[in-house]
Structure formats: structure tokens, C-alpha cells
């Protein structure tokens, strides 16, 4: 059974930072895409990046560019999210994704973590 297991979600001040990982279980994902995504109460979940199974591609959404780092550790079957110059509307669940088959994808995604409330302080 595939798990994707998020961690490193928490309260922090406007301006800064927090790392976030997502450890996957069940089956290997060093050729498929992984990503993230991120919900705010009432609002639709948003795409914020995605990195290519070999870690060589990447992109984001235009509201987190400059800010946001996405990266992976194939060895351990894991991806993270460095999130820098935190502001208040980066206050969501932050969900971690992964392509069934897909090196590179911004989606749909067929697998899905649970979820880390990041809370950004004004």
C-alpha cells in the first residue's frame, strides 16, 4: 500500500521559514513526478511545484517562484518543500503528490499525503 507521509508543518512569522518532507512507502517514485499542493480554508486546492522523477526539472506556481524550493532524495523516496519569506497567504494544508507513472507532471496525481497545516503569524 503506497503512503506518502507529511511532516515539518507548523506556526511561523511572516518573513520566515519552514522545510517541509514527505516520505514515501509502498513503492518507489525515483521515475515518477512528485510534488506539492495546498489548500486555504474555502478555498480550491492549488498546484505550487512539482520535480521530475530524476530531480533535473522543476516548476512552480507563480505565487510561490523565488520562494519556494522543491527537491528530492531518491534514496530515501522522499521530497521536500523549502518554503523562505513566508507570508500570510501561504497559511494552508500542504498536501504532497505523486504521478502513478509519470516522470513529469504538474497532474492529476494519483497518489496523495494527508496533509501539514503551515500557519504563517502577520
Known amino acids: 500500500q503506497v503512503q506518502l507521509v507529511e511532516s515539518g508543518g507548523g506556526l511561523v512569522q511572516a518573513g520566515g521559514s519552514l522545510r517541509l518532507s514527505c516520505a514515501a512507502s509502498?513503492?518507489?517514485?525515483?521515475?515518477?513526478?512528485m510534488g506539492w499542493f495546498r489548500q486555504a480554508p474555502g478555498t480550491e486546492r492549488e498546484f505550487i511545484a512539482v520535480?521530475?522523477?530524476?530531480?533535473?526539472?522543476?516548476t512552480y506556481a507563480n505565487s510561490v517562484q523565488g520562494r519556494f524550493t522543491i527537491s528530492r532524495d531518491n534514496a530515501k523516496n522522499t521530497v521536500y518543500l523549502q518554503m523562505n519569506s513566508l507570508r500570510s497567504e501561504d497559511t494552508a494544508v500542504y498536501y504532497c503528490v505523486a504521478s502513478r507513472l509519470k516522470p513529469f507532471t504538474t497532474g492529476p496525481f494519483e497518489y496523495w499525503g494527508q496533509g501539514t497545516q503551515v500557519t504563517v503569524s502577520s
Open positions: 509502498g513503492r518507489t517514485f525515483s521515475s515518477s513526478a
Open positions: 520535480i521530475s522523477g530524476s530531480g533535473g526539472r522543476t
